[in-house]
């Protein structure tokens, strides 16, 4: 990277993913669904991670279209709705109720929403007339915050993202949209970083961690009182040059079991 690059590191984009979380049907055990990005994606291409996807514009015009949310700034419930919007593009789930019900909308409705999908993936529909056209209310509520990562400033490319980790809806079939995910699977947190470890899945340093984050909880229930009641600090890495190599640094208070690990080392050519 050149010196003016380094001083100047371009502006992260605002994102957000979810981490949808079930008991598995054998057992009860955490799983949390994952995709795999295709190889054309500009961002962790072929990479085993949690839907998400960068903010777009008009996550930030449909504030009437998400109840109880006065006590967010326009950013972080955008974030929110980009969250929800990303999900429902790339898996399939879609976290809305219908007016004045308490349960999100049932399976049997979101098969008939199927189409939005690649419209709202294209462009061709915004989220607010998506919203306005099936008098849906997004369920902003249900998302936690799990974690809150910022791209290192050295990446030509920079994404400022927020993790939210929520309850997936029995009734609401993920699956893969087949665009910017090529596959999906549900795993338990232990299953994902052993692929990780044996190279079955490309797993970049946030997601691992996350997943190891994720692993301490054995339930759901556990997993989401854990979110509940930890300090979500915004992570930044920085790379230390050290005697034995270059050190990719994360700070010690963001809570995980990992602050510094060794790079591998650069193959000349």
């Not at 994606?41 to 008009?58: M, R, Y």
């Not at 098969?111 to 061709?124: A, G, I």
Request: glycine share 6%; charged share 25%; proline share 7%.
């Amino acid at each position: 990277m050149s010196s003016e690059k380094a001083n100047n590191p371009p502006a992260p984009v605002p994102a957000s993913t979810i981490l949808l979380v079930r008991k598995s049907a054998s057992g009860g055990q955490l799983e949390v669904f994952m995709v795999v990005r295709h190889h054309q994606i500009d961002f962790a291409s072929g990479a085993l991670v949690f839907p998400g996807g960068k903010i777009d514009p008009g996550d930030r015009r449909v504030r009437d279209r998400c109840p109880d949310t006065d006590d967010l700034d326009e950013e972080l419930l955008a974030l929110q709705v980009g969250a929800i919007r990303e999900v429902f593009e790339e898996c399939g789930v879609l976290l809305a109720r219908a007016p004045g019900e308490a349960q999100l909308i049932t399976g049997e409705r979101l098969q008939s929403l199927e189409p939005y999908r690649d419209q709202l993936n294209s462009n061709e529909i915004s989220i607010a007339d998506f919203l306005e056209k099936e008098d849906l209310y997004l369920a902003c509520d249900l998302l936690i915050p799990f974690a809150h990562w910022t791209t290192p400033t050295m990446m030509p490319k920079r994404f400022d993202t927020w993790f939210y980790i929520v309850e997936a809806p029995e009734d609401h079939t993920a699956i893969h949209d087949g665009h910017e995910s090529v596959d999906s699977i549900w795993i338990t947190p232990d299953a994902a970083l052993e692929g990780g470890a044996s190279g079955k899945y490309t797993i970049i340093f946030p997601t691992r961690l996350n997943i190891e984050m994720l692993a301490k909880s054995s339930t759901v229930e556990e997993a989401i009182s854990a979110s509940r009641h930890r300090d979500i600090i915004e992570v930044l890495p920085w790379t230390e040059k050290r005697e034995d190599g270059t050190y990719l640094c994360i700070q010690p208070e963001a809570g995980y079991d990992v602050s510094e690990e060794k790079m591998p080392d650069r193959k000349p050519g």
